[in-house]
């Protein structure tokens, strides 16, 4: 069974940093990807950021410049360093992991269960 457990978030002033992390566990071989999407109240899960094995890396275009993902493939984590942050920013923030090949074999997609990131004065 596969897990991922996201840990990080918390409540923050605007203009301030936090630094999410996930940690996958299980009989894991290998991650494809790993990568963060956010979810505001009242819209559409979206892409944060996400980063591959080889170390590419994508980000939602609300986010460049200010957050960066990294990953510690020994460890199956995935980190989010989130500075300059926004209200707008406020979210439950989901880890997400694609194309993983486990013990038990592949499985395509696993989720985390979110960590609420609130961004206020």
């Known amino acids: 069974q596969v897990q991922l457990v996201e840990s990080g978030g918390g409540l923050v002033q605007p203009g301030g940093s936090l630094r999410l992390s996930c940690a996958a566990s299980?009989?894991?071989?290998?991650?494809?990807?790993m990568g963060w999407y956010r979810q505001a109240p009242g819209k559409q899960r979206e892409l944060v950021a996400a980063?591959?094995?080889?170390?590419?890396?994508d980000y939602g275009d609300s986010v460049k410049g200010r957050f960066t993902i990294s990953r510690d493939n020994a460890k199956n984590t995935v980190y989010l360093q989130m500075n300059s942050l926004k209200p707008e920013d406020t979210a439950v923030y989901y880890c997400?992991?694609?194309?993983?090949?486990?013990?038990?074999?592949?499985?395509?997609?696993?989720w985390g269960q979110g960590t609420q990131v609130t961004v206020s004065a």
């Open positions: 997400n992991g694609a194309n993983l090949y486990t013990r038990s074999g592949y499985v395509s997609t696993v």
């Open positions: 299980g009989s894991i071989f290998s991650i494809d990807t």
């Open positions: 980063i591959t094995s080889g170390g590419s890396t």
